[in-house]
């Protein structure tokens, strides 16, 4: 009866083999080939050229430049995403709904008029530019507008991350180490952030992959200054432009590599996760 | 102590719910509502006709038929084959699954500009893939496509995954043991449960699609009229010192990026409402 029922529930084996078959292949075409020919390209010329683009002055001064605006910029919302998912998580309040909308709503806008709105602000004809320029301020073409850019583009990351999984979590541990005479400081170190570490170092890393990769809104605030402004995904712009094809795939293997590091580190967090889960079910 | 007293529902011993919105609100506020209301007050600046020229031009008329049509098609594919990847990776057993399962994600991880010049070396005329097509796809239209595809791909698996590993087996074996045959157990049972979720990640990936600017840009070859894509005018007017004109068309994207952004959550709504939590 039962294997009755499983044939009647599943596909027979040729549709199961075409349809993945399917799959693959569209991955394949879309996904994996495109990773493939990131590394190849890169290292078609050889190793002498692939350590010569990414020694070149310019590519170091750019990978420099990505390291500092995400060294910046992740932190910032690492200390926001905690306190946002802090208050929308624990505590039930007017609004919060709306709250997780605003959230969101760096997702929905296009980088590139994220870039727009901070040269509006803060660009020569912008509201603050006359008072930053009296004050010998710089902030579009520079680092701070970079920073500012990359803020808006991987806002909602480390929130996102943390928000469902507080809320599963439930306020009961903390409520019990309050009442127990725990401070607040004490409760989140010890109650809240042995729950939600693995949560947050996803949510941190995934938020440093995109800062360390964001094109388009940097792109509109940089100035494309070479050994200056130029950050990494600027930079492979500036060589593929030059068709110096080789040396512009070699920088953006460092960003590939990133991504599937950031994937590997999803895929342990996962299972981290579903493992708590099942140890607090059983 | 402000804001807990005319915010809070109900009352919690938990400290730290001032502190902690407080400073969620001042961020929210200076890092993202100030400079988008930039954006629309900038506008505000403008007379309506010159509103209206510069975001009814042909160029720009020409650039919103490309972006939102690729955007439409390649979120469509995405549906379609995201469904089948899904059905895979939840349903089926076989070699690598796992791997596969975890790759999908590159799009998010993978910066565009890296993903937009490894598409255009695999789809140009001697590229890895571009060489076996009898039709041009890198700088093309059709190219839009394919980067928008890539972007969009994650979407539609990640919203389907979960409801389709919900999706409740005993539903099936009733069906058949009523008599319906394997196709007539997808089409009248399992799609109308998971078509919520198919449409949410639908949707997902048609509004990424519309802002998306570093994968599409190398791959487009950006000919005005033919494969210009919205977020490239903007930039282009900015790059002539046009602030006016490139806020005004950004204003349009950005009502429109809205406008998706309220469909999405009416969507995942009927998507929970569905699932009965």
Redo the contacts between chains.
Sequence with gaps: MSSM?TS????PAWL?RT??A???L??A???????A??FF?ALKKGLGVYVAAITDPDALSAIKLTLIAAAIAVPMNL??GV??A???A??????RDL?L?????????????AG??????F?L???LGGWLRNHDLKVIFALPGIV?AT??IT?PFVARELIPLMQAQG?EQ??AA??LGA??WQ??RRITLPNIKWALLYGVI?CN??A?????AV??VSGHIRGQTNT???H??IL?NEYQ?AA??AV?SL??G???L???L??VVERRTAATHQKART | MLLSRA????H??????D???G???L??AL??????S??FL?TFTMSWPAFWSAVTGPRVMASYRLTFGASFAAAVVNAV?GL??C???V??E?PGR?F?D??????????????G???T??YSNNG??GQWLPFKVSFTPLGVF?AL??IG?PFVVRTLQPVLEDLP?EV??AA??LGAS?AQ?FVRVILPAIAPALLTGFALAF??A?????SVI?IAGNLPLVSEIT??I??TK?EQYD?TG??AI?VV??VA??A??LAI?ALQAWTRSRQGR
């Design positions: 029922l009647a529930t599943t596909e199961r349809l993945i399917i799959a693959l569209f991955l075409l879309f996904l994996f080939v495109p990773l020919a990131v390209e200390v926001f306190a946002a802090w208050a929308i624990k505590f039930e309040f007017r609004g709250l909308t605003l959230i969101d709503l760096p997702f929905s806008v296009s980088p590139v008029i727009l709105i901070f040269v509006l602000v660009g004809q912008g509201w500012l803020v808006f806002f306020t903390e409520e309050r009442v401070g607040g409760i989140f995934l992959a995109r360390m990769g964001e094109f388009g792109s509109v990494m995904p600027l492979i712009e593929y094809f512009a795939f953006a960003l590939a990133l991504a599937l950031t994937l590997a999803k895929y | 915010l809070l529902k109900r919690s011993v938990l400290p730290g719910f502190l902690a919105l400073f969620t609100l961020y929210v890092i993202v509502l100030v400079p988008l930039a954006a900038k084959f089948v990847v059905w895979v990776l349903r089926y076989f796992r596969v975890a790759l999908v994600d590159l799009p998010f991880a993978l910066p565009t500009a890296v993903a010049i490894a598409l070396a695999l890895w893939i394919v595809t890539f791909l087996g099936e074996e058949a043991m394997r157990t509004a990424r519309l802002g998306e600017y570093g190398f977020p490239l903007i930039i900015l602030y490139a806020t950004a994207m950005l990026s809205f998706m952004l959550n």
